[in-house]
């Protein structure tokens, strides 16, 4: 039904009613008719309604989307329980997942036949009802179940319901969030209430659901939800937010108020675990924290399960190290809160690392405590030592010497030495008694506890009451941390030296000592202990007693003159012991600066030192005496010795003085045989010792030499000087390794008055005790040979100091040194040229006063020179650190001053700087002149030395000039010498060579007067004056004249240089004429006459006119020209004609006949240039008539007219314009021998010459004339055939002549033209040649390239010294190095100054790749001369390990050159070559062994630092120790026993250690075992079990070993293997080999051969122990006990391992 609406059906029998319309009506459709139905459904009544509805919904689907929507919306759906329709939104589906959250609901359901059949199934489908949660709905039920939770009992589970349908993934939608915030009056939420069992609906704000075990955080606070929540809707709820520290306050009081709650546990696991991370994350505040540590501080609050209990703990209780609790009383943090977090919180809730002195003192003040728990606690409180106070002390209850009795901690002592006793009366009357024994030495001396050896020694008093202060060890490795033991030796030598003493020995002792009268056990190990001796022949005083125990004063602050500074001699003795013992005069004195070892002193006072009388000390504890009985003429039974002994018992393991520093006796012998040997060979030139010896005492008392130093002085007569002392010392060294040699040294000494002390340095001179006058001194090594490799002199205070200096000499005088003795002070000036006052006093004495002695030196030297030396040898001349540059720059500065001889004259004489002639600039010859002259004053210095004179002295020596060579020459008797040099004919050449050389010097240098001086030499050998006659001397250059062709005396000397003849013919005033066709035509006319007017000669003129042109062939031709100037040419019919009258028509028809114009080029030019007037006296001209009479008539080509061309070897300036003219026309006829002139006019074949281009102008400098056309000629260029291409030939050329031009010292603009050559070579070349190597191999060795000029790369030292040669600018490509090789190639190469191109490097890839030789060159320069000077670089370091990586990767091709080094210490045998602490050992392959455990002598393991080197150090010829095998042994082990023995069951019997070691804690658990499972395995314990052996009672087996011993031997019946517990110490490697080797004889004696085979297995492959320090121990072992494996695995080490057990052995 629609309103005003009417249908009309149009069906076919309904038709007629359509025929009134006037045109064709619409027809609905029955879809249409549906949609108009829903639109207009709400007025139809119900019955009709409910009938279009079973049409409309069987085809819903059908309906457009729009009307469906509208249909979703009408109310026509029955529903259960109301009467009225409802739309379908609004219906619930009754097979929905959420449909129980309407249950019992009126109008939330359909009823038939909506709710069933085909009905519900549509509409289902359609999506018409409610199927899932919307936020409408979800905002419905909240509110529904929160108002209606009385009036609807269902509304909890619906409440539950809802709660799971929201945390259901497809359910859940974010716009639910907003709807879940609801306010605290809204109570949906179904929860059971804290501490109830009751369930209740709450608001969210009162509740809380967590993830798994989160509850425990709140429940009891906050009431928990019933049901599992997602993330979403927790999220939603704000459950996701961290718990406010409120809440987790409360449920920590709540746990404290109900404690009885199984639950507590947990609940506080997860409180700890969960404050932990807030605190972590900066949630929790520090207020926050205090208020929960005042909470828990007296309530146990943190859980512990043990395998027996769980319980709660104290803060006080738990400890925060994860190590084993101690007793029952202090337990590890618990293993899940060992996180950091955990850690921390418990920190701040009072829980420590260990427990506190408070904890343990109430724990042992309990008396119910038990003995065992005592124990423990004690040897806890033990480690807090001093930190125990006295009133906490009097509450610690301790065992006496029973179990019994129990007293305080005051009144005990414990008895050390074994020795009984009842009581030892105390100050206060009261009686000590003995400790319990359990308790170890360790945990009594903890304690504070009184040691019986203390006691007694207290008894008697030492000679004074003086000790060593308590910050001493402290002082001493603050000391030593940074001092060089390798100069402890030169401390050693200083406090003899300064005793007085003449006579020092170092002695390193092996041998074992006894033990029954020493002072305290601790003692024991210093006589067992290797040690090192020191004796001087001098004596210690009683100030020096004293001072010793005062390190800083030394006992010498009184005296003067001394050189140990500091106590560092005192110090010293801790580089090596821990522990030293002095014996001088009467007295004998120990110093223990840690006070860990000497007995302490009464109320357990530490004790450093003890200082008693030999007779008294002797009385009680002889046997410290023994080591040195019989030792350098003492006696133990001596009363007093006159000299002074120091023994230094090693430091073989860590120290108490410096932990880090173990000194093995290996060590030491290489200290002694290495350092210590170099600084005593030069101890003895500023110093009265005259003997120094190295001594070893083998462990069978033999006594070894090693080395030993003697010195003999001769004193030279006084000197004028009275302040200057001078002695020759002859020092021999005799080595029992090398022979014996000799050197003999010059000391000079001299001394500076106080008086001469500028004001400003007198405090630094009374500092240093130099209040008598300053000594300073040099020594020079008067055999040692300076023309060998350089020679560094060194620093010296008496005694050598480390750092070198680069000059020829030693120096000593009393410098302010550094406090660690390593090198003086000498700190740079600031900006205002300001110094420290102890640098300042070192800068005057090294530039005023050693200049002025050294000076003095210089005289002495002259005089002990050997004949081979020359004074100059020890100038200074490097200067590759600041003092010797301090020295060098005073030196020559202030040498002009100098008023003495010092400089060597020519005739063997010194000449004072003022009188002297310096030698400058001329050459060698005139040099050589001036010497065989003997010119007095004539001084040659080095070549090394002129640039430095001229560099540093301010007013500049004279030196030799033209004017004083001129004046010298000039003197009267220098005339005579010259003749009689000449005269010699020995030497005459050289003579006059050097006369050559000095006119050259004098005529170059513009020498005014040269020409007066008789240094002339004609041809026939006669010394002449160039005046001497009006007569010129003419320069021939043509050799030798024929015999009587020209007078020689009219001719210079063929034995002159080219040079010199054109230089003297280029001088006027020399009157020296070239010898041309003027001096050849005077020759001619005064022999033959005018040709004019002679027709004919005699035959001896014809003779001659015929020899003259034989000689002189090149004046035969002359120029059709040239006749011009008379009748020349010969005629047979008419005499002489003129060739210009009347035969120049046949010029001109010769010209013709070319067909060019030619003749006025021809008929005018010379070709070759002759000599006009000499042609005249030539017989053979008629040659050229008579060639034009016969080509007169012939045609020629252009070929025809070159071969005719008769060209000159050049032409003139003048004849440029003509030839340009021939060459134009020859060009024209293309001409194919053509010729052109190069720059110097001489005619070349094109081919002959280049392109004048930037590459060719840049190689061809210098060569221009030679290599390029003439400069008027370039117009010619592109029509000849000059070189153009720049092929690898042409290429080659350019590069040589670079080269050459730097050989010839010709470097105008080098490096530009360099650059633009190799720029060629880098840019150009790779292109056209990338496949022929060969080529570019034959460039490597030519210097063309221009070498880099910056600063090398991250290199923190001056590199410069280190260089293995002075590159010129430009180099060859074999002496550059790419970049990325600067670390492994720097001292040997230069660096580039433009890189390689990339094509360069991909065509030639060798390009500045360093060969593997020059890599080994370069690492023995950085491990020979930048390590020495520059040790611990971090740059160096750098370089060491490329340097090292390159060769490993490339150890091929650099095997044969490392082991060409194999003596050469060039490898870093360190833990770590960047640590700065631990000294640096330099070791060569051959004093390598890989795999070596422990080194000795001569043989030393590869430290973690080479390690990685290894195939570079096999390379390089390092040797392998070859280790062996043995089968292993299998049948040892069972799992199930051994669960069993590790969870205690079953356990029946246990073993006794027969041989205990003192004062081990032994576990008896780690003893027990299996009676039946030993049986099974051992016969020996069979038999013993079963047959009352009585090494079994009470069912314990007795062990023939140790308790070490014992538990290996079960661990290896139980496990098969044996625990190695060892740390990285060799001692506990030795520990773990003698417990196998004990077991050895164990397992023989008690059969069982299979555990005989493990432990060969064991010590020969698993732990390697097998080594050639320990290889005749095993053996010998293995045999005593029947191992026949293990021999045959010995005696295989053996034959494999020959040398390198050899030479651990010498």
Not at 257 to 280: A, M, W
Request: aromatic content about 10%; hydrophobic content about 40%.
């Amino acid at each position: 039904m629609i309103p005003n609406a009417t249908f009309i059906d149009m069906s076919k029998s309904s038709r007629i009613l359509a025929l009134l319309f006037d045109a064709q009506p619409h027809i609905l459709t029955e879809l249409d008719i549906m949609d108009l139905t829903v639109k207009n459904l709400a007025i139809q009544p119900q019955e009709l309604q409910d009938a279009l509805m079973q049409r409309i919904v069987p085809r819903l689907f059908d309906l457009t989307s729009e009307t469906r929507e509208k249909l979703k919306h009408q109310n026509f759906v029955p529903t259960v329980g109301i009467q009225r329709r409802v739309a379908p939104v609004d219906i619930i589906d009754p097979a929905s997942t959420f449909a129980n959250l309407f249950l019992g609901e009126p109008g939330r359901f359909p009823s038939p036949p909506y709710s069933q059949g085909v009905f519900r199934s549509m509409m289902k489908a359609a999506n018409f009802y409610c199927s899932k949660l919307s936020p409408k709905l979800v905002h419905e039920r909240i509110g529904y179940i929160s108002s209606n939770s009385l009036a609807d009992p269902s509304c909890f589970d619906k409440a539950r319901a809802l709660l799971c349908l929201l945390s259901e993934a497809d359910q859940w939608d974010p716009s639910f969030t907003e709807i879940l915030r609801t306010e605290e009056s809204v109570s949906w939420i179904p929860c059971w209430i804290p501490t109830t069992s009751y369930s209740e609906l709450l608001p969210r704000q009162h509740c809380r659901s967590g993830k798994e075990g989160e509850h425990f955080l709140f429940d009891l606070v906050l009431a928990k939800v019933l049901c599992n929540v997602s993330e979403n809707v927790r999220g939603a709820l704000g459950w996701s937010s961290p718990l406010s520290f409120d809440v987790l306050e409360q449920q920590f009081q709540a746990i404290f108020d109900y404690p009885n709650n199984p639950g507590h546990p947990d609940r506080l696991l997860h409180l700890i675990k969960y404050i932990s991370k807030q605190q972590s994350d900066g949630i929790v505040t520090p207020q926050n924290l205090e208020s929960l540590k005042n909470m828990v501080q007296h309530c146990p609050w943190i859980p512990l399960r043990t395998s027996r209990e769980s319980r709660l703990m104290l803060s006080q209780h738990i400890l925060l190290s994860f190590e084993q609790g101690i007793g029952s009383t202090f337990f590890p943090i618990p293993s899940k809160l060992r996180d950091l977090d955990c850690v921390n919180f418990l920190r701040e809730m009072g829980c420590s690392k260990r427990p506190t002195i408070e904890a343990l003192v109430e724990a042992l003040n309990k008396s119910s405590t038990s003995l065992e728990e005592r124990l423990l606690l004690l040897s806890e409180l033990s480690s807090h030592g001093s930190e125990v106070t006295s009133s906490q002390r009097e509450c610690v209850l301790v065992p006496g010497d029973s179990e019994a009795s129990i007293t305080k901690l005051t009144q005990v002592y414990y008895d050390d030495i074994g020795e009984l006793s009842t009581g030892v009366a105390l100050q206060d009357s009261s009686v000590l008694l003995p400790l319990h024994p359990a308790i170890s030495k360790m945990v009594a001396a903890g304690l504070g506890v009184p040691f019986l050896s203390s006691l007694r020694l207290d008894e008697d008093s030492d000679i004074d009451d003086d000790d060593m202060a308590e910050s001493l060890v402290t002082r001493i490795q603050n000391v030593l941390r940074d001092y060089d033991i390798e100069y402890s030796f030169n401390e050693f030598l200083a406090n003899a030296i300064d005793a007085g003493a003449s006579c020092f020995q170092v002695l390193l002792d092996a041998q074992i000592f006894g033990t029954t009268r020493i002072l305290c056990p601790e003692m024991e190990i210093f006589q067992s202990r290797p040690a090192m001796i020191l004796f001087n022949d001098s004596m210690f005083s009683q100030e020096d007693f004293a001072g010793i125990r005062h390190i800083g004063e030394g006992g010498k602050q009184k005296k003067t003159g001394t050189i140990g500074k500091f106590g560092l001699g005192a110090l010293s003795f801790y580089q090596f012991s821990d522990i030293a013992f002095i014996i001088s005069r009467e007295n004998i004195m120990i110093l223990d600066p840690s006070a860990g070892y000497l007995p302490k002193r009464k109320g357990s006072i530490p004790r450093r030192s003890i200082f008693r009388k030999l007779k008294d000390f002797r009385r009680l504890y002889a046997s410290h005496l023994e080591p040195l009985d019989g030792l350098f003429g003492f006696s133990a039974s001596m009363d007093s010795y006159p000299g002074t002994l120091i023994r230094l018992p090693l430091r073989t393991a860590k120290g108490r003085l410096l932990p880090a520093s173990a000194m093995s006796p290996a060590n030491c012998r290489a200290l002694i045989r290495g350092t210590y040997q170099t600084l005593a060979r030069t101890a003895l030139f500023f110093t009265p010792l005259s003997t120094i010896t190295a001594l070893e005492r083998l462990g069978n008392g033999q006594l070894v030499s090693h080395w030993e130093i003697k010195g003999q002085r001769s004193q030279s007569p006084s000197l004028a000087e009275d302040s200057i002392e001078e002695s020759c010392l002859q020092v021999h060294h005799e080595d029992l390794s090398s022979e014996k040699e000799s050197q003999k040294w010059l000391i000079i000494k001299g001394s500076i008055p106080m008086s001469q002390v500028p004001p400003e340095f007198i405090g630094v001179v009374q500092q240093l005790k130099a209040t008598d006058g300053i000594e300073i001194s040099l020594a020079f090594d008067l055999d040692y040979d300076y023309r060998k490799p350089k020679w560094d002199g060194r620093l010296f205070a008496g005694l050598q100091l480390p750092e070198l200096i680069s000059l020829p000499v030693h120096i000593n005088a009393a410098f302010s040194i550094s406090s660690d003795r390593r090198g003086i002070r000498f700190d740079p000036p600031d900006d205002g040229d300001r110094r420290v006052v102890q640098s300042g006093y070192n800068a005057w004495l090294l530039s005023k006063e050693i200049p002025l002695l050294y000076f003095r030196a210089l005289q002495s030297l002259f005089t002990n020179k050997s004949r081979h030396q020359k004074v100059t040898d020890w100038w200074p001349r490097r200067s590759k650190d600041i003092i010797s540059e301090t020295v060098l720059k005073a030196f020559y500065a202030s040498l002009t001053k100098v008023n003495t001889g010092i400089l060597p004259g020519a005739t063997g004489t010194l000449v004072a700087p003022s009188d002297a002639i310096i030698s400058s600039n001329e050459t060698e010859p005139v040099r050589k002149l001036l010497s065989f002259l003997k010119i007095s004053n004539y001084v040659v210095l080095p070549d090394t030395v002129i640039p430095l004179l001229k560099k540093h002295t301010a007013n500049p020596l004279p030196v030799l000039t033209v004017e004083l060579l001129s004046a010298v020459l000039r003197e009267p008797d220098i005339g005579q010498r010259l003749q009689d040099l000449f005269d010699d004919a020995k030497q005459q050449d050289k003579v006059i060579f050097m006369m050559d050389a000095t006119i050259a010097y004098l005529i170059e240098g513009k020498s005014p007067d040269g020409h007066t001086l008789p240094l002339l030499v004609t041809r026939d050998f006669v010394l002449r004056h160039f005046n001497e006659s009006n007569s010129p001397i003419y320069n021939f250059s043509g050799g030798l004249f024929p015999d009587g062709l020209f007078p020689p005396s009219q001719f210079l000397s063929s034995n002159f240089r080219d040079t010199t003849r054109r230089l003297l013919t280029s001088s006027p005033s020399y009157n020296v004429q070239e010898f041309n066709s003027v001096a050849i035509l005077t020759f001619m006319k005064g022999i033959v006459g005018d040709p004019c007017s002679t027709t004919c000669h005699s035959p001896k003129t014809v003779r001659w006119i015929r020899r003259f042109w034989i000689y002189f062939q090149e004046y035969e031709f002359v120029s059709l020209a040239s006749c011009r100037s008379g009748s020349v040419l010969p005629d047979p019919s008419s005499g002489l004609i003129d060739v210009d009258q009347q035969h120049q028509h046949l010029l001109r028809n010769i010209m013709s006949d070319l067909g060019i114009a030619l003749y006025h080029t021809i008929y005018n030019q010379p070709f070759p240039k002759s000599s006009r007037s000499i042609a005249q006296y030539a017989i053979e001209l008629h040659s050229l008539w008579l060639a034009l009479q016969d080509n007169r008539r012939n045609k020629s080509s252009y070929a025809e007219l070159e071969r005719m061309l008769l060209l000159p070897y050049s032409i003139s300036q003048a004849d440029i314009d003509s030839y340009k003219y021939l060459l134009r026309e020859l060009i024209r006829g293309e001409g194919e021998n053509l010729k052109v002139p190069d720059g110097q006019l001489r005619l070349r074949s094109p081919g002959d010459l280049f392109v004048k281009n930037e590459l060719f102008s840049a190689a061809f400098h210098y060569s221009q004339n030679e290599m390029f056309i003439h400069p008027n000629f370039r117009e010619f260029q592109r029509s000849l055939d000059l070189k153009t291409v720049v092929d690898f030939t042409i290429f080659r050329q350019c590069a040589q002549a670079i080269h050459n031009d730097q050989d010839l010292q010709q470097n105008e603009n080098i490096v530009a033209r360099a650059a633009v050559v190799y720029g060629h070579y880098n840019n150009n070349l790779p292109p056209q040649f990338m496949t022929k190597k060969h080529l570019w191999k034959a460039l490597d060795n030519i210097h063309f390239i221009p070498r880099g000029t910056v600063a090398l790369r991250d290199i923190a030292y001056d590199p410069t010294p280190y260089f293995t040669k002075q590159y010129p600018d430009v180099v060859s490509l074999n002496e550059l190095f790419l970049d990325e090789y600067q670390s492994i190639i720097w001292t040997q190469r230069a660096q580039f100054s433009i890189q390689p191109t990339r094509n360069l490097i991909a065509v030639y890839p060798e390009v500045g790749v360093p060969t593997a030789q020059e890599v080994v060159a370069h690492l023995v320069v950085l491990a020979t001369e930048v390590a020495r000077d520059h040790p611990h670089d971090r740059t160096l370091v750098r370089d060491l390990k490329a340097t090292y990586t390159w060769l490993q990767d490339h150890r091929m091709d650099a095997k044969w050159e490392l082991q060409e080094y194999q003596d050469l210490p060039i490898f870093l045998n360190v833990e770590n070559m960047a640590s700065y602490l631990e000294p640096w050992q330099w070791r060569s392959a051959n004093e390598l062994v890989l795999n070596l455990t422990y080194d000795s002598q001569r043989c030393f393991k590869i430290q973690s630092a080479l390690i990685e080197f290894r195939e570079l150090l096999l390379a390089a010829g390092v040797r392998k120790r070859v280790d062996v095998t043995h089968d292993d042994e299998s049948t040892l082990g069972d799992k199930r026993f051994e669960s069993l023995r590790a969870r205690g069951k079953l356990l029946d019997i246990s073993l006794e250690p027969k041989f205990p070691e003192d004062d081990e804690i032994i576990d008896e658990g780690r003893l027990t075992a299996h009676a039946a499972f030993l049986a099974a395995n051992v016969p020996h314990i069979e038999d013993g079990l079963t047959g009352g052996y009585s090494e079994i009672s009470n069912r314990v087996y007795s062990f023939p070993g140790t308790y070490f011993g014992a538990c290996a031997f079960l661990d290896l019946l139980y496990t098969g293997d044996i625990k190695d517990e060892r740390s990285n110490e060799s001692d506990d490697a030795m520990k773990l080999l003698a417990a196998l080797l004990e077991l050895l004889p164990v397992a023989d004696q008690w059969g069982s051969e299979p555990l005989k085979r493990k432990l060969g297995y064991l010590i020969t492959t698993k732990y390697l122990f097998i080594q050639p320090e320990t290889l005749d121990m095993i053996q010998k072992s293995a045999e005593e006990s029947s191992a026949p494996e293990l021999v045959r695995a010995c005696k295989d080490f053996r034959q494999k391992n020959e040398s390198i057990i050899r030479d651990t052995r010498e």
